[in-house]
């Protein structure tokens, strides 16, 4: 194959692998590089020893209607991805009789029963189950309108009492967007209340959920693309303020269209360089925020020990993130409680773990500096284990094998450090006040021919569905891209 393509995409993530299937299918003639032995970034399915899993904790939604089988659909890979739709969850909240309880285990479990787990007193809940009401039937226009305003003032505009706001914040904002309640833009929190609560939470896919991104890279070779791996683009080749393509450590392949799923501050501050761009668009790049990281251990057990769900929270009533707690956090003071996620790979798909045992994933809030070692974490992970052992006093001793990730782990697999302290955040840019909905970086660059894909531009939801709808929407700007480009050569 000649070493020139109609569209180069970098990176086979959710964004990029998706982008360049759709584009192939569609008939542009498309090369799909990526530094890893396979595709999935920062949701990769890993195989070893037995054990089957996605490389740390990754629960997605929503289920109906999801945008990850609506790719698989259009380039017909449906067939090569199982998807595991359990409809049960199992958070854990610690009431006040300082019994961690498990509740919401229902596919759509009752509000009333809901409130009562929380302890929402009985006068609170009517105004409870409007708020509920109002989020979950605002007007795509009403949401649009709270790009300026945080999630927690949304909130507390209304009387949330502290179980409720411990639910809708630790699992809305601190899970599904790794960053405080208070930074977290109210139009973008909402979107995914609704999803959640009419089109459901908890997709995985037998053998990790980085399958999909693996059917997704597949179906590029099989639209007569070409997909390499281990092949790290060190740089975006630039002439006269357009794309000419890319250049690894072994070639130079040429494209009048990159796509780069690496990441915008890494694609602007190394793979292209400052001397590109305009002084302005550069600081624009530089100020933008990353959401946090999602840190935390991979427990191999002996035996099984939490049962059936595949999927829960532990949260209790001082567990939301605030910006004021997060900052002393980050400076040594770690909270009393935090919430903490667990996924049980092995209760949705029986051949993740050798029979009879378990694999437990946990994950929670983290810095997102690269440089910080497991060492340094040692305090954030005592925390997390803590949690997990008084919820469920049996998992300690089951425990054959610990692995605790770091944000290093995450950068190493994903996106490279390009500015100090960053590189490790779990979702990609912060979809925050100022950066959230409309507010959002835009696909386009200001370089002809450089589009952005993934969690950083143009999608909307929650991690690797927020990448997908990016690989859509970016499929179809460069498609037009394209038939404008070709009618005018
Ligand atoms: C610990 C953790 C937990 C998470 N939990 C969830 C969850 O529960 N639910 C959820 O939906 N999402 C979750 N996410 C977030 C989700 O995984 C990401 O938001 C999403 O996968 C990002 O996809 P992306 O396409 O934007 O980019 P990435 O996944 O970052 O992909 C970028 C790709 O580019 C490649 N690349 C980078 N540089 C180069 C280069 N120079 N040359 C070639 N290739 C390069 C990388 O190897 C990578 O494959 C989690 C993430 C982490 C880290």
Same mark, same amino acid.
């Given at each position: ?53 996605? *490389? ?6 929503? /289920? ?120 977290? *833009? ?33 179906? /590029? ?21 357009? /794309? ?108 993740? *773990? ?112 927020? *990448? ?22």
């Amino acid at each position: 194959m000649s070493n020139s393509y109609d569209v180069i995409v970098v990176g086979a993530g959710f964004g990029g692998a998706s982008s360049a299937a759709l584009l192939a299918k569609r008939g542009l003639k498309v090369l799909l590089l990526d530094k890893n032995a396979k595709a999935g970034g920062k949701a990769m399915a890993i195989s070893k020893g037995g054990w089957t899993y996605t *490389a740390w904790l990754v629960v997605s939604a929503p /289920v109906q209607n999801n945008v990850l089988e609506a790719v698989l659909k259009e380039v017909g890979m449906e067939g090569k991805v199982e998807f595991v739709t359990p409809g049960v969850q199992g958070p854990r909240f610690k009431q006040s009789s300082g019994k961690w309880v498990i509740g919401a285990d229902e596919p759509t479990p009752d509000p009333v029963k809901i409130f009562s787990w929380l302890e929402v007193p009985e006068a609170e809940q009517a105004d409870a189950l409007g708020l509920l009401g109002e989020m979950t039937l605002m007007t795509p226009k009403d949401i649009a309108a709270m790009d300026d305003i945080s999630y927690a003032e949304y909130l507390g505009r209304h009387k949330v009492s502290p179980g409720l706001w411990s639910f809708l914040t630790s699992l809305i904002s601190d899970g599904c967007f790794v960053l405080p309640a208070d930074a977290v *833009a109210a139009s973008e929190a909402i979107t995914v209340v609704q999803q959640v609560f009419l089109r459901g939470g908890g997709v995985f896919a037998k053998g990790g959920i980085g399958r999909v991104a693996e059917a997704y890279a597949e179906a /590029v070779g099989k639209f007569g693309g070409q997909t390499i791996f281990r092949s790290r683009v060190e740089k975006i080749n630039v002439e006269n303020g357009r /794309v000419t393509g890319v250049s690894t450590d072994k070639e130079t392949y040429r494209a009048p269209i990159v796509i780069s799923n690496v990441g915008i501050q890494p694609t602007v501050l190394k793979l292209i360089g400052e001397k590109h761009f305009d002084k302005m668009y550069v600081n624009y790049v530089k100020d933008l925020v990353p959401s946090l990281s999602f840190i935390g251990a991979r427990y191999f057990l002996s035996k099984p020990i939490i049962p059936t769900v595949p999927y829960g929270a532990v949260i209790s009533r001082e567990t939301s993130w605030n910006i004021d707690k997060w900052i002393k956090a980050k400076n040594g003071q770690l909270p009393e409680e935090m919430p903490v996620w667990f996924e049980v790979p092995s209760n949705y798909d029986p051949g993740a *773990a050798p029979p009879g045992k378990q694999i437990v994933l946990t994950g929670f809030l983290g810095p997102t500096d690269p440089k910080l070692t497991e060492k340094d974490l040692k305090p954030w992970f005592e925390k997390g284990d803590k949690m997990m052992f008084e919820v469920f006093p049996d998992l300690e001793a089951a425990i054959e094998a610990r692995e605790y990730y770091t944000p290093h782990d995450v950068s190493v697999l994903t996106r490279d450090s390009v500015l100090p302290g960053i590189g490790g955040e779990c979702i990609g840019l912060a979809q925050m006040v100022g950066q959230g909905g409309a507010k959002k970086p835009s696909i386009t660059s200001p370089i002809q021919g450089l589009f952005y894909v993934g969690c950083d531009a143009g999608g909307i939801g929650v991690g690797i569905q927020q *990448a997908t709808d990016s690989g859509m929407k970016v499929a179809d700007h460069v498609m037009r891209y394209h038939r404008l480009r070709q009618s005018m050569i």
